[in-house]
T-cell receptor, first 120, second 112 residues
Framework: EVQLVESGGGLVQPGRSLKLSCAAS????????MHWIRQAPTKGLEWVAS??????????RDSVKGRFTISRDNAKSTLYLQMDSLRSEDTATYYC???FGVGHHWFAYWGQGTLVTVSS | DVLMTQTPVSLPVSLGGQVSISCRSS???????????LHWYLQKPGQSPQLLIY???NRFSGVPDRFSGSGSGTDFTLKISRVEPEDLGVYYC?????????FGAGTKLELK
């Protein structure tokens, strides 16, 4: 059974940093691209970043480019999102997600999410 | 960015009824590889989104055949027949043909 468990969320002041983790199990992590998607309170879904299976290619939405870094440790089956220079508009529940097929680039399995609140 | 326009925003339904949700994109979702990367999700209250339909019309594992997807190019539809209580929630379309991937704003399926 595919399991994705996010952690690392919390309350952080504007301008500070936070690092999210997503522990994966139940599939061969190193074979699949991974993604972060967020959802601001009472709002819709927004894709944030993606990373290739090897970690050699990364993709970001413009609003987080230069501030967020997606990375992975295939030996630990863990996905990360380093978030720097946080802004109030980054407040959201952050989900990690994975496809169900190699080479697929949509989100089949989602974690339960971790809440990031950026506020002074 | 590709704008995904979902209608309606809210959709009242009676149990056992049939509904359709529309999703239109601001540009064609046909990828250079020939595939169309348009997908549908349901988010139930307090839960993570769950994949229903991938690549326009393919039901994900475990999704009942009451759910069906259709469309092409820029115009797509999700149909739900014989609506059951567990179908209530917010439905989103997603395009993953073009970066950045973009979602529709959502359609809330609720009881009349």
């Amino acid at each position: 059974e595919v399991q994705l468990v996010e952690s690392g969320g919390g309350l952080v002041q504007p301008g500070r940093s936070l690092k999210l983790s997503c522990a994966a199990s139940g599939f061969t992590f190193s074979n699949y691209g991974m993604h972060w998607i967020r959802q601001a309170p009472t709002k819709g879904l927004e894709w944030v970043a993606s990373i290739s299976p090897s970690g050699g290619s990364t993709y970001y939405r413009d609003s987080v480019k230069g501030r967020f870094t997606i990375s992975r440790d295939n030996a630990k089956s863990t996905l990360y999102l380093q978030m720097d220079s946080l802004r109030s508009e980054d407040t959201a529940t952050y989900y990690c997600a994975t496809p169900f097929g190699v080479g697929h680039h949509w989100f089949a399995y989602w974690g339960q999410g971790t809440l990031v609140t950026v506020s002074s | 960015d590709v704008l995904m326009t979902q209608t309606p925003v809210s959709l009242p339904v009676s149990l056992g009824g049939q509904v359709s949700i529309s999703c239109r994109s601001s540009q064609s979702l046909v990828h250079s590889d020939g595939n169309t990367y348009l997908h549908w999700y349901l988010q139930k209250p307090g839960q993570s989104p769950q994949l229903l339909i991938y690549r326009v019309s393919n039901r994900f594992s475990g999704v009942p055949d009451r759910f069906s997807g259709s469309g092409s190019g820029t115009d797509f539809t999700l149909k739900i027949s014989r609506v059951e209580p567990e179908d209530l929630g917010v439905y989103y379309c997603l395009q993953s043909t073009h970066f950045p991937y973009t979602f529709g704003a959502g359609t809330k399926l609720e009881l009349k």
